[in-house]
C-alpha cells in the first residue's frame, strides 16, 4: 500500500504542477507589462519614478480584493447552497490565490508610500482594511488547515470566506468615508480616468496581465485540489477494502 500510495502521489504532483501554456502566456504577459512600464510610459510629473509602482501595487489590488475575494465569497455562497465540493475547491483556491495578491499590495504599497509621504506605514483607514482582510484571508487558510472533517471545514470556512469579501467595500470607500492619506481613485470612479492616455494604455496592459496571472494560477491550485481529493479518495477505498479483507 505504501508503494501505491507513493506512486499516486508522484503522479499527482507531475500532473499538477506541469507548466501549463496559459501560465506561459501570463508570465509573458507580466513581463510585458514591466517592459512597457518601466521604459515606455512616461513619468508622472510630481510623483516621478515612484509612480511606476501604481502599475503593479493597483492591478494587484483590483485582483486580489475583487476577482480573487469576490470569487471565494461565490465559491463558499456556492458551497453552502449546493453541497458541491468543487465549489468548495474553488474557494480554497481562489482564496490562497488572494493571499498572494494581496501580499504583493501590502509590500508595494509602503515602498511606494515612502518616498511620497515619507514613511513606510501609517494607520489610513484603506491602509489599515487592507491589512485586516490579509490577516482574515490568512485566517481562512490556517481554519482550513485546522480541521480534518471535511463538512465542517468546508462550512467553516465558506463563512470566513464571506466575511472577509464583506470587507472589500468598505476598503473600497473607505477613502470617501474618511480622511485619509491614500490618493482617490483614478480608475474605478464614476468620471473618466484621471489618466493620460499613454499611462491608462499601461495600466490596461497591466490588468490584463495580473489577471491572466490570476487565472493561471486558480487553474493550477485547483488542479492540486483535485488531485487531492482524488488522491483522499483512493486511500479512503483502499483501507476499506484492507478492512473487509481481514
Known amino acids: 500500500m505504501t508503494s501505491a ?16 501554456p496559459l501560465s506561459l502566456l501570463a508570465l509573458v504577459a507580466v513581463a510585458a507589462t514591466f517592459v512597457r512600464a518601466l521604459w515606455f510610459t512616461p513619468l508622472e ?5 515612484a ?16 476577482l480573487a475575494c469576490g470569487l471565494t465569497a461565490f465559491a463558499s455562497l ?32 509602503p515602498i511606494w508610500g515612502k518616498p511620497i509621504w515619507g514613511t513606510w506605514w501609517t494607520w489610513d483607514a484603506r ?15 490556517v481554519l ?3 480541521i480534518d472533517e471535511p463538512g465542517m471545514r468546508a462550512r467553516y470556512s465558506a463563512v470566513l470566506g464571506i466575511l472577509a469579501a464583506v470587507l472589500v467595500p468598505f476598503i473600497h470607500l473607505s477613502v470617501y468615508l474618511f480622511r485619509t492619506l491614500h490618493p482617490m481613485p483614478i ?12 499611462m491608462a494604455t499601461t495600466f490596461a496592459l497591466a ?40
Not at 228 to 246: N, P, T
Open 127 to 141: 491602509l489599515t482594511l487592507t491589512l485586516f482582510l490579509w490577516f482574515v484571508v490568512i485566517g481562512y487558510l
Open 187 to 198: 480608475v474605478l470612479k464614476p468620471s473618466a480616468p484621471s489618466m493620460p492616455r499613454e
Open 78 to 109: 456556492a458551497y453552502l447552497w449546493l453541497k458541491d465540493e468543487r465549489a468548495d475547491r474553488l474557494a480554497e483556491s481562489a482564496a490562497e490565490v488572494a493571499a498572494v495578491f494581496l501580499t504583493v499590495v501590502l509590500i508595494t504599497g
Open 207 to 246: 490588468f490584463l496581465s495580473f489577471t491572466l496571472l490570476f487565472v493561471a494560477f486558480l487553474r493550477a491550485r485547483y488542479a492540486l485540489a483535485t488531485d487531492r481529493a482524488a488522491l483522499a479518495r483512493r486511500v479512503l477505498e483502499r483501507d476499506a477494502a484492507a478492512v473487509r479483507s481481514r
Open 5 to 20: 500510495l507513493s506512486t499516486d502521489l508522484s503522479a499527482a504532483n507531475r500532473s499538477s504542477f506541469r507548466i501549463h
Open 45 to 49: 510629473a510630481v510623483q516621478g519614478p
Open 51 to 66: 509612480q511606476k509602482i501604481l502599475y503593479v501595487h493597483a492591478t494587484a489590488a483590483f485582483v486580489g480584493l475583487y
Open 144 to 146: 482550513r488547515g485546522a
